[in-house]
Nanobody, 123 residues
Framework: VQLQASGGGLVQTGSSLRLSCTNS????????MAWFRQTPGKEREFVAG????????DYTDSVKGRFTISRDNAKDVVYLQMDSLKPEDTAVYYC?????????????????WGQGTQVTVSS
């Protein structure tokens, strides 16, 4: 496993969680990274992305102002800080490493994937 996602859990509406995505091989420092999420029966959707040096970030509209993606290349970790969580944020969250230094919102532009971490937000 080259990417490992962690930090999910069961929380109430309005709570916060911080997801982490790590890799033990010091890979991906030059790659864009992103978080996607997926619910049963639906396609995997883009949540947030960050360029190789953190200079460019992108968010899907539904999480803007609530989620923050960041990275620490010295520690080989990417974070997703999730605040003001809503029941519609419930999903399995996946981190992914892009082929390139600047990512996109397309699943096909991401080469490596973590195993996913479940986030459940109760109303």
């Amino acid at each position: 496993v080259q990417l490992q996602a962690s930090g999910g859990g069961l929380v109430q509406t309005g709570s916060s969680l911080r997801l982490s995505c790590t890799n033990s091989r010091r890979m991906f420092r030059n790659n864009a990274m992103a978080w996607f999420r997926q619910t049963p029966g639906k396609e995997r959707e883009f949540v947030a992305g960050i360029s190789w040096n953190g200079g460019i970030t992108d968010y899907t509209d539904s999480v803007k102002g609530r989620f923050t993606i960041s990275r620490d290349n010295a520690k080989d970790v990417v974070y997703l800080q999730m605040d003001s969580l809503k029941p519609e944020d419930t999903a399995v969250y996946y981190c992914a490493a892009a082929y390139r230094s600047v990512g996109s919102r397309r699943v096909s532009d991401y080469r490596y994937w973590g195993q996913g971490t479940q986030v459940t937000v109760s109303s």
